[in-house]
């Protein structure tokens, strides 16, 4: 049965960056709704190339082989074959003219339709953009409307979190706002001192623990080997003056010293076996706590909710009938918090449930730290502006639609959690100033940042993160965990 000449109702065609000298084209395909062109047919009835020269790279364009059907004419018939060994030995191209005449100005009429769609897609923008009457090879840097390519093919990311701030830099630049320095002022970290350096005496905590602020854990608190570290150190330091540094020193003691960390404390934040060095920095960097505060009261303690540890289930597999509810539907693949373990240390090495919350005797035990403000029973945070506590989860739904907000919301500007951490009255102060914790205020960009894994890359600890911002007074703690053997595939 001769084949007939087959037409598809799109063309496909192949991209491949390629350098100016290069003569490979391969790669995958994918379709463009672009009306027919012609294309030069210099490597066979499969291989339609036409090339866009843009700069130091070039664009090769390879058409579909079902457009070539209409070649071949009837199976194993002498049309056929020599067809296409007049195009493989060159000279002239299907159509008649010679390879130099395969680009006319219908081509770069579809070239440059490419290069503006192409535009318009990444830059979000419905409207058509205006032609461009120079040559494929012109292109206006200066155009507000297009995107400067070439920036971004020499731009080099190692990260999710760089590749993130540069598109975020660039929308600002179109939106004409701020650039340089936008990064910075919406992804920091302050911290809060608790000791008058001039005198030496602690702060008064009143001022220091308001709700907003944001404890981050000391990693030689938490893993016996790091405590273990610099403890050899300060031996060290203190044999530096030789001899007489260590004659006094007991050289059969009786009992092991402490290493620091506290049984209890592990406990209470459900760190049964800490992660060792081998099982790499940002798994140690997850583990270790960090938690936002809530509420501090003279007589019930302090309360927080830590904001670095998934539960492992998202709000649709909560077996609870209200979240059956179509009011949660926008946040059914939203994760759930573990906030805590309802526990506090009530010794040295044990700890208690410690739950006289109301909210735990209902039947709702999530609670929200979110960016609505029209949440009915909900509380601005005072040292995170922009941040809410509580309110009840079914009326979300209807509250981030509210016409009065300045932005839409999705579920990512929501985090539930389930329990809480709890300190007893002074409790938290005394483990501040045994430096168990730093103090730091820190923004929301950074406390709500996506951090999962996004293909081979891994997202960069809040931890981790934290102690970069608050700067090199910090260093030597983030130094704790990372050092000099940081991974280098880590974000």
């Not at 919406?186 to 009143?206: C, Q, R, V, Y």
């Not at 579920?411 to 483990?431: V, Y």
């Not at 730093?438 to 996004?454: M, P, W």
Request: net charge negative; charged share 30%; with cysteine.
């Amino acid at each position: 049965m001769p084949f007939k000449s087959l037409r598809t109702p799109c063309v496909l065609f192949t991209i491949v960056l390629l350098p100016r000298s290069s003569h490979h084209h391969s790669v995958s395909s994918f379709t463009s709704p672009l009306a027919s062109c012609r294309v030069d047919r210099r490597l066979g009835p499969s291989n339609q190339i036409a090339h866009l020269i843009r700069g130091r790279d070039s664009i090769a364009l390879s058409s579909s082989f079902y457009d070539d059907f209409e070649d071949f004419g009837e199976l194993g018939s002498s049309g056929s074959s020599k067809g296409i060994g007049e195009n493989e030995k060159g000279g002239e191209t299907s159509d008649g003219g010679t390879r130099e005449s395969a680009f006319s100005t219908d081509d770069e009429d579809v070239m440059r339709s490419l290069r503006e769609r192409m535009n318009i897609l990444y830059n979000g923008e419905d409207g058509e953009m205006e032609d461009d009457e120079g040559e494929d090879a012109e292109y206006d840097e200066d155009d507000e409307d297009e995107v400067d390519l070439s920036e971004l093919e020499s731009s080099s990311f190692s990260s999710v979190d760089e590749l993130i701030k540069f598109a975020q830099s660039k929308a600002r630049q179109k939106k004409g706002g701020k650039a340089e320095g936008a990064w910075e002022e919406e992804n920091w970290a302050l911290p809060i001192p608790h000791i008058d350096k001039s005198t030496g005496e602690p702060l008064d905590f009143d001022e220091i623990l308001r709700d907003g602020v944001v404890l981050i854990a000391n990693p030689s608190k938490f893993y016996p080997d790091i405590a273990e570290r610099l403890k050899v150190k300060g031996e060290k330091d203190q044999r530096k003056g030789g001899f007489m540094g260590g004659l006094f020193d007991d050289p059969f003691p009786t009992a092991p010293q402490l290493s620091g960390v506290s049984p209890a404390l592990l406990a209470k934040f459900g760190i049964v076996s800490p992660p060792t060095p081998d099982q790499g920095p940002d798994r140690r960097a997850t583990i270790l706590p960090v938690l936002f505060l809530v509420e501090r009261d003279p007589v019930m303690g302090c309360k927080a909710v830590t904001v670095n540890r998934r539960s492992g289930a998202l709000i649709g597999d909560l077996a609870s009938e209200w979240n059956k509810t179509s009011e949660l539907g926008p946040f059914f693949i939203q994760p759930v918090w573990e906030g805590g373990t309802g526990k506090v240390i009530t010794s040295k090495d044990s700890v208690t449930v410690y739950d006289n919350s109301e909210a735990y005797r209902k039947e709702l035990p999530l609670e929200m730290l979110h960016m609505c403000p029209y949440v009915n029973g909900s509380v601005s945070i005072t040292m995170c502006d922009g941040l809410y506590w509580g309110g009840d989860p079914c009326e979300v739904s209807n509250a981030m639609k509210d016409p009065r907000l300045e932005k839409p919301l999705t579920g990512f500007d929501f985090k539930f959690f389930f329990k809480d951490t709890r300190w007893l009255p002074t409790q938290l102060e005394k483990e501040i100033m045994n430096e168990t914790w730093f103090v730091a205020q820190v923004s929301k960009e950074v406390i709500f940042r996506n951090r999962d894994r996004l293909g081979p890359m891994r997202a960069k600890p809040l931890w981790k993160e934290i102690m970069e911002l608050l700067g090199d007074d910090y260093k030597h703690i983030h130094d704790l965990i990372y050092g000099d053997d940081e991974d280098d595939d880590a974000l």
